[in-house]
């Protein structure tokens, strides 16, 4: 017992506390609080400067954004910014930059057409088996990358009880639905009383076997995770709860800590990364930031070409670039820490896995396969 301590503790130490920046004169119990943290989110170009030295370009870019798309910062995923350039993946990632005004022609407002195939409103059904329940358009960091730009951080089209009644009560109707993935927004800004009240609507259900929460707490506001929260989610297992780090930077101690908490729990935990330019497109920092990930016993699961939403064109990176990333992984660390990179096609096609070549022929029953050295190996099949 003493030695698993002892262990966990060594691991611990790799990870850097994020600390409290300028809010050092806060009280402990304030700042370990998840409903201060939101309700002390950088809102404003006043509250940013006392935490950054603001450009003009995010200046401008805040006066003609913020009414499309808020911006909301949690004091701690804040102190993680650096205050001196604006190039840091944390700041890029939470305040506005004037590219968000550039709209492509072939930029789309709803890329993955989720409200295309919405039986009730809040539920998207595309697949027989799989469902995708959106609770909340609040989040604690408003993710300047978002693909739901369209709705979230718009409180007025947030979902109400009696939108998550009917949703609710069209999967409880649906038997063909095995899998529910509950969404926002981040469903973990709900109160654990409006989760657990889903969540035990859920279960009870004989068709319902998982339950999927998609989260970002545990990057921007890690202080979520409560007792309570750990106590109530307990109940309800199995729960797979997936959440989003793009940068080795936001794997914190506090990151940490929570993310112990949940495994500990018994939560399985997987990473959904999107691939962000000028933040995370180069193999090192991917290589860095998926060992960060299986150190806090989550498991990369996806990368994602970033999506064609509108205003976020700027972050979008070449296809080559993810597969260069998945090159450089694959065979050069475990294949446990390698994601699936996916394009999630346009118009609602679903995730489409897009791989490096490793064929380099194919005849009959004979397979030429190259291997991450580009050591080419025959392979045959049986007669
Ligand atoms: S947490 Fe997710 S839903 Fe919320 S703003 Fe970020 S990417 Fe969008």
Redesign the pocket.
């Known amino acids: 017992m003493a030695l698993e301590i002892i262990t966990v503790n060594k691991v611990r130490e790799r990870f850097k506390p994020a600390g409290k920046g300028v809010w050092a004169h806060v009280p402990d119990s304030d700042w370990h609080s998840w409903i201060w943290q939101q309700q002390q989110r950088v809102k404003n170009m006043a509250q940013l400067e006392k935490v950054i030295k603001v450009t003009d370009d995010e200046r401008v870019a805040y006066e003609k954004s913020n009414e499309m798309f808020n911006m909301g910062i949690t004091p701690y995923y804040a102190t993680l910014m650096d205050p001196d350039d604006a190039t840091c993946p944390v700041r890029q990632q939470s305040v506005p930059s004037t590219k968000e005004l550039n709209i492509l022609p072939e930029d789309l407002e709803d890329p993955l057409a989720e409200e295309r195939d919405m039986p009730v409103p809040g539920v998207t059904h595309r697949y027989p088996d799989r469902v995708l329940f959106y609770t909340t358009h609040n989040?604690?960091?408003?993710?300047r990358?978002?693909?739901?730009?369209r709705k979230?951080?718009d409180p007025g089209s947030a979902a109400q009880l009696t939108q998550l009644d009917n949703g609710l009560k069209y999967i409880e109707a649906t038997k063909t639905i095995r899998d529910v993935i509950i969404?926002?927004?981040?469903p973990l800004s709900l109160s654990d009383d409006r989760l657990e009240w889903i969540l035990s609507r859920l279960r009870a259900c004989d068709h319902i076997e998982t339950i999927r929460l998609?989260s970002?707490n545990l990057v921007?506001l890690p202080f979520r995770i409560t007792d309570n929260f750990i106590n109530m989610i307990r109940k309800y297992h199995p729960i797979h709860i997936n959440t989003?780090f793009n940068h080795p930077k936001e794997c914190t101690q506090e990151a940490y800590d929570t993310a112990t908490r949940l495994a500990d729990a018994g939560c399985t935990l997987g990473n959904q990364a999107v691939l962000l330019k000028g933040i995370n497109d180069k193999p090192e920092i991917f290589k860095e930031l998926v060992h960060k990930l299986m150190l806090m016993r989550i498991r990369p699961y996806y990368i994602y070409q970033c999506d064609l939403s509108q205003g976020i064109s700027h972050f979008r990176t070449p296809v080559e670039k993810g597969i260069e990333i998945i090159e450089a992984l694959r065979g050069h660390t475990s294949g446990l820490c390698i994601p699936q990179y996916v394009v999630d096609a346009p118009g609602g096609g679903g995730k489409i896995p897009v791989n490096p070549n490793y064929i380099v022929k194919h005849e009959g029953k004979k397979w030429v396969l190259r291997n991450f050295r580009k050591q080419e190996f025959t392979y045959f099949e049986p007669n």
């Not at 990358?145 to 730009?149: A, D, G, L, Y």
């Open positions: 989040c604690p960091v408003y993710c990358h978002c693909t739901r730009k979230v951080s969404s926002g927004g981040d998609g970002r921007t989003h």
